[in-house]
């Protein structure tokens, strides 16, 4: 299993950024896959989740804000944040769980006010 994340950056406060994050060694479109974030000296926290049907679920933080969305054709799922604000700064990853918990890399996301 490999998850590879890309689109992080810096942005100012209001922008807009679409992460990604392409999947390897797995059966994609069967599985939920997430978002998470973690910002410095702070735990790691679930951003938003996908089912394998497409049903999502957003932490209330980034709420209206942030769209999760898949494309099992390519094997990624990607994440649309939209009016960023300074607290969105963070790692984000994208995970996956098998058995165990897989993770991409992380992308970094910081927000300038």
């Known amino acids: 299993v490999q998850l590879q994340a890309s689109g992080g950056g810096l942005v100012q406060a209001g922008g807009s950024l679409r992460l990604s994050c392409s999947a390897f060694g797995f059966i994609f479109s069967i599985n939920n896959m997430a978002w998470y974030r973690q910002a410095p000296g702070k735990q790691r926290e679930l951003v938003a989740l996908?089912?394998?049907?497409?049903?999502?679920t957003y932490a209330d933080a980034v709420k209206a804000r942030f769209t999760i969305s898949r494309d099992n054709a390519k094997n990624t799922v990607y994440l649309q944040m939209n009016s960023l604000k300074p607290e969105d700064t963070a790692d984000y990853y994208c995970?996956?769980?098998?058995?165990?918990?897989?993770w991409g890399q992380g992308t970094q996301v910081t927000v300038s006010s």
């Open positions: 996908i089912t394998s049907s497409s049903s999502t």
């Open positions: 995970h996956i769980r098998i058995w165990k918990d897989y």
